[in-house]
């Protein structure tokens, strides 16, 4: 380069460096502030809820812990290594913070380095060829860099927006994990459930199978008639019907554990149990602290911060893109010393680029952008008010089974003192097998009754939880 052309872009890369240095602190983004929904001072609802005190950094980890129960432990352990649905989260998430990296990477110069050895020959009638060989080699070996300045905010915003949506699928990722976790207690709360009335219709086949061979004998003796032998008959088949049902409903939800902890059903199984769960206190924090919880809240929230800064994107599209581009190495025809003096090229000067005349696509991406901006806000909106929902709905289920699930046992309690009433009476002969096919029937339903309420409240549990985010506590 001759000293003087040196000293002119020295001076106008001085000149030019404040001026882009100024421009390049501006961003086309609107200020973002979250999408603004109504939240209530309190929850409508109120039960034995166990107060909270939270903050978004605490662990919401093993809060099936609040069942004391070792097999339903191991097995969240077992979906978390396992679980299909979990790896292909966090697969996303990975790609998510890849993109992220990828975005932010256009903050900074990029160089290229390039390497050439090539032999070629030029057609003696190449148009407006002058002189030279027909046949030349060149080698070259140089490298380039080129840096976007960024005038309008449009690389920092491409880089906020992905971050944000890298924010969100990590959300998206606490919310996959939060799901599982309660899908697998829902399902294994419902198949010890299931556990309970197979207990119990199995003790009650074989009440109605002594019941039935005591009124045949009965029979036979002329002490009882056929009408009563087919009524303990229909009342024996009845319940061994609804236990091979109940034995059939409690493989199916085996086979639903077996794939979400990532194994096969065909070599899955869990043993009956007879021990009983404990109804756990869930603890609820104020509404406006819900918003720290939710994983898809939280995700909701951040693909609203991405439009926002996607509008900035689109509105940098508008204007003129500054580039400084530099090319520099060494080129020679072929053999002797390349890396010398001589041999030396360089290339060097910004670049300005922008549109003239696009038949309005650019400012439609404005519009697109805002249009997407509102809808996200708009999708936010619904999350919250869906999850304020949530618990709402759980915490008066909760209420209402805990108020059922007492008439529940009352009604269990006086099925049992009249099956006990009904035999003496009929033993007595005042009364007939009709009144303690009845009242067994009744005592049946009542009992299976009370396992499903005991079920639904545990389930109720799991529920809130997930509405809530999660568990609160040290290590819950």
Known sequence: MRPGLLKRFAVAATALAPAALALGACSLAPAYQPPATPIAAAFKEQGPWTPAQPADAQPRGQWWAMFSDPVLNDLEARAEKASPTLAAAVAAYDQARALSDQARAGLVPEVDGSGLADRQRRSKNQPLRVGGPDAYSTDQLGASVAYEIDLWGRLRNLARGAGERAQASEADLRSARLSLQAD?????????????????????????????????????????????????????????????????????????????????????????????????????????????????????????????????????????????????????????????????????????????FDGGRRAAGVRASKAAFEEASANYRGVVLNAFRDVEDEMALANRLAIEAKDANDAVVAARRTVDLANVRYRQGVATYLDVVTAQTAALTAEQTQIQLATRRLQASVNLTRALGGAWGSGA
């Open 184 to 356: 697998l207690a829902d399902d294994y709360l419902t198949l010890r459930g299931y556990d309970a009335q197979i207990r119990l219709l199995s003790d009650t086949v074989a009440a109605y199978q002594r019941a039935y061979e005591l009124t045949e004998v009965l029979h036979n003796g002329g002490n009882a008639n056929g009408l009563d032998v087919a009524r303990a008959q229909t009342q024996l088949s009845s319940a061994k019907a609804a236990l091979t049902d109940v034995t059939a409903q409690r493989a199916l939800m085996e086979h639903a554990i077996a794939a979400l902890v990532g194994e096969s059903a065909s070599a899955f199984s869990l043993a009956p149990t007879d021990a009983a769960l404990p109804q756990p206190k869930v603890a609820v924090s104020a509404p406006s602290l819900l918003l720290q919880r939710r994983p898809d809240i939280a995700a909701a929230e951040r693909r609203a911060a991405a439009a926002n800064a996607d509008i900035g994107v689109a509105r940098a599209a508008l204007f003129p893109a500054l580039t400084l581009d530099g090319t520099a190495g060494w080129q020679n025809a072929g053999g002797g010393q390349l890396l010398s003096a001589p041999n030396t090229f360089w290339l060097i000067g910004p670049q300005l680029v922008g549109a003239i």
